[in-house]
Nanobody
Framework: QVQLVESGGGLVQPGGSLRLSCAASGFTFSNYAMRWYRQAPGKERELVATITIGGDTKIFPDSVKGRFSISRDNAKNTAYLQMHSLKVEDTAVYYC???????WGQGTQVTVSS
């Protein structure tokens, strides 16, 4: 049974940083590229980061490029999303997923507010 558990969200001021974690189980983590998505109230889910199986390729949309980074630890079956210079518009529920597996975790809320 595929399970993804996101954590690390919270309330942060504009300009602050957060590190999200995605603990994976129920599948061979090291065989899948991983993605982070976010969904703000009233908006569609948005892809914010992709990392390949070996971690050598990372892709970001312009909205977060230069501020977000993605990494993975295949030994710990965990993916991470490091977010810097957070903006109010980054407020959303953040989700991780394994590319090719139709399974989502519960997400973790990130709120950027002064």
């Amino acid at each position: 049974q595929v399970q993804l558990v996101e954590s690390g969200g919270g309330l942060v001021q504009p300009g602050g940083s957060l590190r999200l974690s995605c603990a994976a189980s129920g599948f061979t983590f090291s065989n899948y590229a991983m993605r982070w998505y976010r969904q703000a109230p009233g908006k569609e889910r948005e892809l914010v980061a992709t990392i390949t199986i070996g971690g050598d390729t990372k892709i970001f949309p312009d909205s977060v490029k230069g501020r977000f980074s993605i990494s993975r630890d295949n030994a710990k079956n965990t993916a991470y999303l490091q977010m810097h210079s957070l903006k109010v518009e980054d407020t959303a529920v953040y989700y991780c997923m394994a590319l090719g597996l139709d399974s989502w975790g519960q997400g973790t809320q990130v709120t950027v507010s002064s």
